[in-house]
T-cell receptor, first 115, second 111 residues
Framework: DAGVIQSPRHEVTEMGQEVTLRCKPI?????LFWYRQTMMRGLELLIY????????DSGMPEDRFSAKMPNASFSTLKIQPSEPRDSAVYFC?????????????FGPGTRLTVL | SQKIEQNSEALNIQEGKTATLTCNYT??????LQWYRQDPGRGPVFLLL?????KEKRKERLKVTFDTTLKQSLFHITASQPADSATYLC??????????FGAGTRLFVKA
């Protein structure tokens, strides 16, 4: 299995531009998570999906952020318009949710720089 | 307020010694606790999970303890090696699907 796949690996954009990050979870996993990691705030959960349905988006910073999961093998995280404070590494993770478990498999991340 | 605290300062130890990392939490009642390893430029990798009704879990050179009274987990690496140098994150499973991560502790093992 290829693991969780994220693209692009690096993104540099200018303030005000739209940014779209992509994630392909591991086949057969039914839950998908988007995280943001910075030195200051660590690894923050933004949103997670179960069976393609958003369950909790309370971590999404503001309306500029949106996420979709149109099918079991693809998810996007969009930032529009982007701001310099959005610069971070964005991780996607997937898992098979089981009672009392929930080991997450992380992708390699997308390093976003907003100038 | 809810908090997860890990040693913010890096831990430096000599090869062969036991590394002990701490994870403390407040105002959570986790159903389980996980430990992950993260190398620079990579995503976290799952190491161990311990449930609320378990006191200790082992895997090769790794040992995790979980004290729900003290609200603390200890993560031990015995016979440490330079290859163990990384950042280690604890994560609380709060029920359902959600996992909350600590900020991590950097471990350096010197040869």
């Amino acid at each position: 299995d290829a693991g969780v796949i994220q693209s692009p690996r690096h993104e540099v954009t200018e303030m005000g531009q739209e940014v779209t990050l992509r994630c392909k979870p591991i086949s057969g996993h039914n839950s998908l998570f988007w995280y943001r990691q910075t030195m200051m705030r660590g690894l923050e959960l933004l949103i997670y999906f179960n069976n393609n349905v958003p369950i909790d988006d309370s971590g999404m910073p503001e309306d500029r952020f949106s996420a979709k999961m149109p099918n079991a093998s693809f998810s996007t995280l969009k930032i529009q318009p982007s701001e310099p404070r959005d610069s971070a590494v964005y991780f996607c993770a997937s898992t098979v949710v089981q009672r009392g478990h929930n080991e997450q498999f992380f992708g390699p991340g997308t390093r976003l720089t907003v100038l | 307020s809810q908090k997860i605290e890990q040693n913010s300062e890096a831990l430096n130890i000599q090869e062969g010694k036991t590394a002990t990392l701490t994870c403390n939490y407040t105002n959570y009642s986790p159903a389980y606790l996980q430990w992950y390893r993260q190398d620079p430029g990579r995503g976290p990798v799952f190491l161990l999970l311990i449930r609320e009704n378990e006191k200790e879990k082992r895997k090769e050179r790794l040992k995790v303890t979980f004290d729900t009274t003290l609200k603390q987990s200890l993560f031990h690496i015995t016979a440490s090696q330079p290859a163990d140098s990384a950042t280690y994150l604890c994560a609380l499973g709060t029920g359902g699907f959600k996992t909350i991560f600590g900020a991590g502790t950097r471990l350096f093992v010197k040869a």
